[in-house]
């Protein structure tokens, strides 16, 4: 039964132009053709980056972020039984009825369970740190990947290419194996697909030997993402103005490279040039619909970068637009001081009044009380 799926899933109709076989892909005469079996050694090396990631995150990105002055933040709160089991098995943001059921059975004022609940929920979000720890990471690597990328594509020779589709194939599996340890921003399910697409575009490119195509893509993307990722670290390390700059060089150079480059040349290239050549065919359709759901990414992620733009323009700060918890983190924060710096005051004001002082810390007339 196997062997007849394999032999299905590999029929020549599916993958290659008509009149093409798999016999002529075969290595003869000197030249070494693509095989699928190249492919196999992705996961292993994506769990080989993986280890290296959390040796570069702890030994290197760590203390590149403690020199540009990102602390570690230990967020402690007070434990309470009741409070964390209704934590972890109803909701993190309990209504008013239950704050106040809660508070009566904990002995607390409804304040106090408030801010426990708001102490809590910012203790499980990722801090500066892990995210600079992240956007080092990612940046080292398209960094590395895009001076190889542009190297290997002047170099005809198979095992260039090889060591650099197996690179990235090997960083996006990494990619959806950490998904669940890294910070979630709202365009997660966008990611997911992007990833996903990414791989499929280049494991099929490579099967189907077509590794410039699939080549010319990954370096059209790569990019853009080093700048991305160096000015999330410089807005993370609180560099406004850098942060700034770099991130008017990532929107120029996404713009350019996957709304103009990507469509109008490289889709083009493989969408309407073999078209003046051969027939459609099932990888030709296929490889096309992958490089469209990608150039549907582009514009939704072009979508947030316009309303990032608008905002650093109007406001002079970038913050990103994906991201629920840093927005709901800064708000909490800010509502969790005020009402600190409120309750700090009341509590002044009532010791100054047991001890015969007005909220001014004058003496009050005989006879007479504060309100």
Known sequence: MFQTFKDWFWLERFWLPPAIKWSDLEDHDGLVFVKPSHLYMTIPYAFGLLIIRHFFEKFIATPLAKAVGIKEEVRKIIPNTVLETFYRRSTRKPSEDDVYGLAKKCSLTERQVERWFRSRRNQDRPCRMKKFQEACWRFAFYLMITVAGIAFLYDPLLPSQYWYYILEMSFYCSLLFSLGSDVKRKDFLAHVIHHLAALSLMSFSWCANYIRSGTLVMIVHDVADIWLESAKMFSYAGWKQTCNTLFFIFSAIFFI?????????????????????????????????????????????????????????????????RSDDEDEEYEEEGEEEDQGKEEAAKDKERDCLQNGLGPDRSLLPNGHHGR
């Open 257 to 321: 490279s996957r709304l103009i480059i990507f469509p109008f040349w490289i889709l083009y290239c493989t969408l309407v040039i073999p078209m003046l050549y051969l027939e459609p065919f099932f990888s030709y359709i296929f490889l096309n619909l992958q490089l469209m759901v990608l150039q549907v990414l582009h514009l939704y992620w072009g979508y947030f970068i316009l309303k990032m733009l608008k905002r650093c323009i109007f406001t002079k700060n970038i913050q990103d637009v």
